[in-house]
T-cell receptor, first 114, second 113 residues
């Protein structure tokens, strides 16, 4: 089944404790992206990647890092989480080079930072 | 920059009622337009899309028409069911260098039996 998977689905952590949220897709998509969803704000892009070893900042990159060492994986790293990073996070992928700009989303990771 | 404005919710309807969610956008060029749906506890699913002016996207009884002259992409369904209760997001992508989706704030729809 074609899908985007994320782990963990739920995470509660404390301020300053480094964490990684994994994302994997099995559709051979070159483009991958991370979004955060906050009430009243919709989804905002954090980082994106056009291909292996190619990443760039989105609209809200502060406090996050990403890496793209393999085509299928795009982990999101919070080196020192803070309470304002409490949010619902979505990973997405897209076959953008075909001229199709829709993105396919993972199930989401709900992060709480205390 | 690109932006999407959609009607604020929440919206509460009775089963078989008509649903309209307004969406207008600001973008350079000719963006692709999307409606995504998020059911409770789940991720976002693509509901329908339109890639050029006057295109009509449709799926599961929902429809939306790409209106360039009014920069709108309103979502409609003629007869809603309880299972349509969800959050609906209007989004666009102008295919620019970052290929990002710009989302509206979302509209929560609750359908009562």
């Amino acid at each position: 089944e074609a899908q985007v998977t994320q782990n963990p689905r739920y995470l509660i952590t404390v301020t300053g404790k480094k964490l990684t949220v994994t994302c994997s897709q099995n559709m051979n998509h070159e483009y991958m992206s991370w979004y955060r969803q906050d009430p009243g704000l919709g989804l905002r892009q954090i980082y994106y990647s056009m291909n292996v070893e190619v990443t760039d900042k989105g609209d809200v990159p502060e406090g996050y890092k990403v890496s793209r060492k393999e085509k299928r994986n795009f982990p999101l790293i919070l080196e020192s989480p803070s309470p304002n990073q409490t949010s619902l996070y979505f990973c997405a992928s897209s076959p953008f080079r075909t001229g199709v700009y829709e993105q396919y989303f993972g199930p989401g990771t709900r992060l709480t930072v205390t | 920059g690109d932006s999407v404005t959609q009607m604020e919710g929440p919206v509460t309807l009775s089963e078989e009622a008509f649903l309209t969610i307004n969406c207008t956008y600001t973008a350079t060029g000719y963006p692709s337009l999307f409606w995504y749906v998020q059911y409770p506890g789940e991720g976002l699913q693509l509901l329908l899309k339109a890639t050029k002016a006057d295109d009509k996207g449709s799926n599961k009884g929902f429809e939306a028409t790409y209106r360039k002259e009014t920069t709108s992409f309103h979502l409609e369904k003629g007869s809603v069911q309880v299972s349509d209760s969800a959050v609906y997001f209007c989004a666009l992508s102008d295919g620019g260098g970052d290929y990002k989706l710009s989302f509206g704030a979302g509209t929560t729809v609750t359908v009562r039996a």
